[in-house]
């Protein structure tokens, strides 16, 4: 058998040469796109005036009552991302539609984390007067960013196996801390009402 010398530079992987993978470079744009959401978000919030209150929903006692039930919801949601995913790579047992029930639950979190972002943004700001503040503004900006890029990588073929989990699992622990910052600290300082 006789092996093309130029079949290499054809297209074809030569003798003994392995198919190369997706180039890094590939990885940039989510990447780059993400920088750019989170930066944007902080520069909005920091060079707004902050408006003091965004929305506020019939039944619920202060824009902070909302907010932080919105972000219980969506972390709810996010939880049940997170226990889809461990179903859908076989960590966990689960029906054939774990797919369908990641998908939809993603986008339950995001819709319902978008009007608290909002509120955040256009009432607040972005802060740093004290420490929990200043790490839920930066994450929260963080939040979108990451979130941002993995919406991207979800549309990339070939990807790594270790990818779309390591920035899923990002993206779940950042909207936790968030949460923790905001809604678990307001029901622990103004009690769990409504």
């Known amino acids: 058998m006789t092996v093309d010398p130029n079949a290499a530079t054809q297209g074809f992987p030569g003798p003994g040469r392995a198919r190369p993978g997706p180039h ?3 990885y940039l744009v989510p990447a780059l796109v993400a920088a750019a959401v989170a930066l944007a978000l902080g ?7 902050p408006a003091g209150t965004a929305f506020n929903l019939a039944g619920f006692s202060s824009t902070g009552a ?5 972000a219980t919801a969506a972390m709810f949601f996010a939880l049940v991302q997170l226990v889809s995913a461990a179903m859908l790579y076989g960590r966990l047992p689960g029906p054939a539609w774990s797919g369908r029930l990641h998908r939809w639950s993603g986008r339950a979190a995001f819709l319902i984390a978008v009007p608290v972002a909002v ?8 802060q740093t007067y004290e420490t929990r503040v200043m790490w ?15 919406m991207l990588l979800l549309r990339s073929e070939r990807l790594p196996g270790w990818l779309l989990p390591v920035v899923g699992g990002l993206v779940f622990a950042v909207l936790t801390i968030i949460w923790l910052t905001s809604a678990l600290w307001f029901f622990r300082t103004f009690g769990v009402t409504t």
């Open 136 to 150: 839920h503004s930066l994450l929260g900006c963080f939040f979108f960013g990451a979130f941002s890029a993995k």
């Open 24 to 26: 890094p470079a590939r």
């Open 66 to 70: 909302v907010k932080s039930w919105l």
């Open 43 to 49: 520069v909005y919030g920091k060079v707004h005036d």
């Open 119 to 126: 509120h955040c943004l256009y009432a607040l700001g972005y």
